[in-house]
């Protein structure tokens, strides 16, 4: 009954966000040619997603915006180091376009992130003063750090390589 209450009142706009997605994960296990703004994307909407929700629902955001910046460095870092096993990214003047390798690796992050934020905010939801509490906006501004930071290390990587002169090793 608990599972069917939460999922039930868990608004349409999530399941929207979690359906594009995967759709977006999926679609990265391919390699794909595109322009270098639509590699943002994810990284944009884990980002500001993290932002909006920690400035929103938590009372207790200035320990949780700490907890993300350090989080976000630390992700930033493993996501690059992850990428570096990936062939590298390519951009062609001609086109306009961007090459980037395929990896399973979008897909399960998309997955594990979102299935981090959303038992979070359901902890939130049903127990309303963990937003006051030091520890719970650490957790929160932590998981929302790494899962930002590991997205935005790899598209760094991959952006670095594509537009970097031929030299450049990584």
């Known amino acids: 009954?608990?599972?069917?209450?939460?999922?039930?009142?868990?608004?349409v706009w999530v399941w929207v966000l979690l359906a594009f997605l995967v759709q977006r994960g999926?679609?990265?296990?391919?390699?794909?040619?595109?322009?270098p703004w639509r590699a943002l994307i994810i990284p944009g909407v884990f980002l500001a997603w993290s932002l909006i929700a920690i400035c929103n629902q938590l009372t207790d955001w200035r320990t949780a915006l700490a907890a993300f910046a350090?989080?976000?460095a630390l992700g930033f870092a493993g996501?690059?180091?992850?990428?570096?096993?990936l062939p590298a990214a390519r951009y062609n003047p001609e086109?306009?376009?961007m090459w980037r390798p395929g990896t399973a690796m979008t897909l399960v992050l998309i997955l594990i992130a979102f299935c981090a934020k959303y038992t979070l905010n359901v902890a939130l939801a049903m127990e309303p003063e963990?937003?006051?509490?030091a520890g719970f906006a650490l957790l929160f501004g932590g998981i929302a750090g790494l899962v930002a930071g590991a997205f935005w290390g790899g598209t760094a990587?991959?952006?670095?390589?594509?537009?970097a002169p031929r030299a450049a090793l990584f």
């Not at 999926?26 to 322009?35: D, F, N, T, Y």
């Not at 996501?79 to 096993?85: E, F, Q, S, Y």
């Open 95 to 97: 086109t306009g376009l």
């Open 70 to 72: 350090i989080a976000l």
């Open 79 to 85: 996501g690059w180091i992850n990428t570096l096993r």
């Open 157 to 163: 990587l991959q952006f670095r390589r594509a537009f």
């Open 130 to 133: 963990l937003a006051a509490q």
């Open 26 to 35: 999926l679609k990265a296990r391919q390699p794909q040619e595109m322009p």
């Open 1 to 11: 009954m608990l599972i069917t209450s939460i999922l039930s009142n868990t608004p």
